[in-house]
């Protein structure tokens, strides 16, 4: 299993980045794929995930602004409009069982479920 992280960044507050995750070992119709991030100082954030039937959900500090979405082949996206100097992080993107959009809006979107990591890709949000 392997995931490789891409497409991050200096980008001004409002705008825009599109990171790419790149899957491979495994088959994303069985698997969900998670999008986190992490600012210095802080703990390891979950921002977006994506089932196999590509239900998603976002927690409130994203949602409307980022967009997860499977482009087809074993590349996973996420779309981030509208940034805020507070996105700045490195993200990173994971693996783990194939849970429903349902269990994450009760659950949360969190580290322990996800079992695979790619390397991180810095985004920075300045002027």
């Known amino acids: 299993v392997q995931l490789q992280a891409s497409g991050g960044g200096l980008v001004q507050p409002g705008g825009s980045l599109r990171l790419s995750c790149e899957a491979s070992g495994f088959d994303l119709d069985y698997h969900a794929i998670g999008w986190f991030r992490q600012a210095p100082g802080k703990e390891r954030e979950g921002i977006a995930v994506i089932a196999s039937d590509r239900s998603t959900y976002y927690p409130p500090s994203v949602k409307g602004r980022f967009t997860v979405s499977r482009d087809g082949g074993h590349t996973v996206s996420l779309q981030m409009n509208t940034l805020e100097p507070e996105d700045t992080a490195i993200y990173y993107c994971?693996?783990?069982?194939?849970?429903?959009?349902?269990?994450?809006?009760?659950?949360?979107?969190?580290?322990?479920?996800?079992?695979?990591w790619g390397q991180g890709t810095l985004v920075t949000v300045s002027s």
């Open positions: 994971a693996t783990g069982i194939n849970l429903k959009a349902a269990y994450y809006r009760d659950a949360g979107i969190k580290v322990s479920q996800f079992t695979s």
